[in-house]
């Protein structure tokens, strides 16, 4: 995978347009941008969202999650998270409404409607932005966001127009997201082009050639995280298994496995630590890292550095792609996940919600204790 810094090949207009969206001049305050699993998405995004940054704006970031698509309001968890702080300054509805949804005030029931928690929302948002710094909203992997965050964004966006706030998503597919006006402006990655896929084969220290990159450039039909992945594999020797022969699997299912094949190779405490960072959500990821896992930098995640499964990036170590993710959660065996889950609910003691989540996945069956926290939660969504 691409790391920081390295540059963007192919894609000048379509990173012109997401320059344009998070200009807080644009007239368009809300962007879409969908594309196929790899096609560089995140990658747009995280190059609009540095930018800007470094104009002075505050960014707030949320990903949706496949274990988090059913938690409701887990995204909206993420992205106000940064700023709770700010909620004390709106009317008093709005500031009940938005600790309850936060999880911080008394749980009400039922919880507040979307209108009162939309409107909520809203004012933050233009708040903080009328404070001297636009805010960007980016929202990654949208596709996995919970409903109920998705109908608050989407009450949000469709009242933008004029306030110092603009929305960013990204979604895999060519679909539709719930909740969300089909009109929304939208920008659709496709494969890259042949040149710049042999760009992109050029930025690899490694630089493949001849038969190989014949091969890579087949197989990987313009998608750049094939592209990269398939040459990182053709050429690391720690990644063990050569290219994978092109065979009828999906690209999906084919690169999944090529991160599996690369897990074989790393030691067992590393494998360990990579399978809780698996477990474990981004909701959990500010209570459970510091706690529960070794910090980035620490000799356990070096091999996986080295596989390219991990990278660091701001203190934090991350999957590199949710295909390293899932690649890791699926070749560890049931009793091993179980474990991780109950490791994950003993450093979440403070978290009702989030602990009876992994209580849950860390029994094998229906167990008592289990349904019991669940029914709490759901008594708090
Ligand atoms: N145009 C590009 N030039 C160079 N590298 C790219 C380009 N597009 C994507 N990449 C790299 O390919 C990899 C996959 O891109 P990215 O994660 O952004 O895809 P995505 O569309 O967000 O995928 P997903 O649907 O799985 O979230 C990343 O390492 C990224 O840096
Ligand atoms: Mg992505």
New binding site residues.
């Given amino acids: 995978?691409?790391d920081e810094g390295?540059?963007?090949?192919?894609?000048d207009a379509e990173l012109a347009r997401v320059f344009r969206a998070v200009d807080p001049q644009s007239a368009d305050p809300v962007l879409r941008v969908l594309?196929?699993?790899?096609?560089?998405?995140?990658?747009?995004l995280e190059r609009a969202a540095r930018r800007a940054e470094a104009g002075g704006g505050r960014v707030l970031r949320a990903a949706g999650s496949e274990s988090e698509s059913s938690l409701a309001h887990s995204a909206l968890h993420q992205l106000l998270r940064p700023v709770r702080g700010e909620v004390a300054a709106l009317p008093e509805r709005q500031r009940a409404a938005l600790r309850d949804v936060l999880g911080e005030g008394p749980a009400t029931s039922p919880g507040p409607g979307l209108l009162l928690v939309g409107v909520a929302v809203l004012s933050l948002l233009s708040g903080l932005g009328e404070r001297g710094r636009p805010v960007l909203v980016v929202l990654?992997?949208a596709q996995w966001c919970d409903r109920a965050s998705l109908a608050v964004l989407s009450f949000v966006a469709g009242r933008l127009k004029g306030e110092p706030v603009r929305l960013l998503i990204?979604a895999?597919g060519g679909g539709h997201l719930p909740g969300f006006d089909r009109q929304v402006p939208t920008l659709t990655?496709g494969p890259?082009d042949e040149a710049?896929s042999h760009r992109?084969l050029d930025?690899r220290p490694d630089r493949p050639a001849g038969h190989t990159r014949a091969r890579i450039l087949d197989q990987a039909g313009g998608n750049?995280?094939a592209l990269?992945e398939l040459a990182r594999t053709d050429t690391a020797p720690e990644a063990g298994a050569g290219l994978p022969p092109a065979g009828p699997l999906p690209l999906t299912a084919r690169l999944e496995q090529l991160f599996a094949a690369r897990l074989t190779g790393v030691p067992a405490a590393t494998g360990r630590a990579l399978l809780l960072l698996a477990a474990m959500d981004s909701a959990d990821s500010a209570t459970v890292l510091p706690a529960g896992l070794p910090p980035a930098g620490a000799a356990v995640w070096a091999p996986a550095e080295r596989a390219g499964l991990v990278r660091s990036a701001g203190g934090e170590v991350r999957f590199?792609?949710?295909?390293v993710r899932s690649a890791v959660y699926q070749a560890a065996s049931p009793g091993d996940r179980r474990a991780a889950h109950r490791v994950l609910a003993g450093l979440l003691r403070d978290e009702p919600d989030r602990r009876a989540w992994h209580l849950a996945a860390a029994s094998p069956g229906p167990d008592a204790a289990v349904s019991a926290e669940l029914e709490r939660t759901a008594d708090r969504a």
Avoid at 35 to 44: C, E, N, P, V
């Fill in positions: 995978m691409v390295t540059a963007v090949v192919g894609r594309g196929d699993l790899g096609t560089g998405k995140s990658a747009l990654d992997d990204g895999r990655l890259l710049a992109l930025l750049p995280l990269w590199r792609h949710p295909l």
